[in-house]
């Protein structure tokens, strides 16, 4: 059962990333959620280099990364460096789930946070 399930997630994360695509001018914020944690990452795809990222495991960040809490400064910690390299618009990249709970904190957060998608 669980393997259908990845497999409709890599599916849908397929039909998303034939749309969405990353500039060096609009690069792709890019969220991945796991069970226990949540990553995010600015990636340029035309040069194939991640630009900034973020992960609820890093040594700096603090508390669970399962909770809407965490995502949400996970989202205002990408947008502050994102503005911090000059990146002000960016694509989202729902990573295939459905933008709600965790995966729409990080969204909006990082739109408090200066980012324009």
Do not use: C, W
């Not at 792709?28 to 495991?57: E, P, W, Y």
């Amino acid at each position: 059962m669980a393997t259908k399930r990845m497999e409709a997630k890599t599916r849908r994360h397929a039909r998303v990333r034939k749309k969405v695509s990353g500039t060096a001018e609009r690069p792709r914020l890019s969220v991945f959620k796991s069970a226990r944690h949540i990553n995010a990452q600015v990636i340029d795809d035309t040069s194939h280099a991640t630009i900034v990222g973020v992960s609820s495991t890093a040594k700096g960040f603090e508390g669970s990364g399962g909770n809407i809490a965490a995502a949400t400064k996970l989202g205002e910690i990408i947008g502050k460096l994102a503005t911090e390299k000059g990146i002000k618009q960016v694509v989202f990249d729902r990573g295939g789930n459905i933008y709600h709970g965790r995966v729409k904190a990080v969204a909006e957060a990082a739109r408090k946070a200066g980012l324009e998608f």
